[in-house]
T-cell receptor, first 115, second 111 residues
Framework: GAGVSQTPSNKVTEKGKYVELRCDPI?????LYWYRQSLGQGPEFLIYFQGTGAADDSGLPNDRFFAVRPEGSVSTLKIQRTERGDSAVYLC?????????????FGPGTRLTVL | QKEVEQNSGPLSVPEGAIASLNCTYSDRGSQSFFWYRQYSGKSPELIMF????GDKEDGRFTAQLNKASQYVSLLIRDSQPSDSATYLC???????????FGAGTRLAVHP
């Protein structure tokens, strides 16, 4: 079946602009995660959803970052007033359910470049 | 700040040799540990997970966990050039869902 998909694959924007990154999880997966990966680093946890609710948003760096998952499937990560330091690959992952040892399947990522 | 530490490498091994990748973690509450492989420009893919002390084997891969020492390792037997990638160690934190990743170890297997 289809894996996790993310759009766009690349996004170039100017400092101060607003961007939206979309994630479409594997069908039937109830848990969805957002990570951010900078060059030479491992993925950094941002937020995790169980169903429609954000169960843990402790990794969001500040209030410019916000994520939603209104129908419990597709999620959108929203970044306001982008800064050059926001440039990174944003990875989305999903798992069958939260808890236990369910594998998190990663999407291909969105490479965000803030000029 | 909960951390997962890995040597950045590169770790260079000849084809057919055993590659040994190591990881330490700081959160004693971590329950599960994961090894992901990431090819350049690609997303991470799960190789193995382990949650009990001791060894867990899957084909050419063996994961080892020592919770007393807060140490996780991954052994790759009969290394192949196709194993050349960055290997990411991750530990659960604050429950089973939040993964804390190390920076990764770059492995290079040369013919």
């Amino acid at each position: 079946g289809a894996g996790v998909s993310q759009t766009p694959s690349n996004k170039v924007t100017e400092k101060g602009k607003y961007v939206e990154l979309r994630c479409d999880p594997i069908s039937g997966h109830t848990a969805l995660y957002w990570y951010r990966q900078s060059l030479g680093q491992g993925p950094e946890f941002l937020i995790y959803f169980q169903g429609t609710g954000a169960a843990d948003d402790s990794g969001l760096p500040n209030d410019r970052f916000f994520a939603v998952r209104p129908e419990g499937s597709v999620s959108t990560l929203k970044i306001q007033r982008t800064e050059r330091g926001d440039s990174a690959v944003y990875l989305c992952a999903s798992s069958l359910q939260a808890g236990g040892f369910d594998e998190q399947f990663f999407g291909p990522g969105t490479r965000l470049t803030v000029l | 700040q909960k951390e997962v530490e890995q040597n950045s490498g590169p770790l260079s091994v000849p084809e057919g040799a055993i590659a040994s990748l190591n990881c330490t973690y700081s959160d004693r509450g971590s329950q599960s540990f994961f090894w992901y492989r990431q090819y350049s420009g690609k997303s991470p893919e799960l190789i193995m997970f382990i949650y009990s002390n001791g060894d867990k084997e899957d084909g050419r891969f063996t994961a080892q966990l020592n919770k007393a020492s807060q140490y996780v390792s991954l052994l790759i037997r009969d290394s192949q050039p196709s194993d050349s990638a960055t290997y990411l160690c991750a530990a659960t934190s604050g429950g089973y869902n939040k993964l804390i990743f190390g920076a990764g170890t770059r492995l290079a297997v040369h013919p």
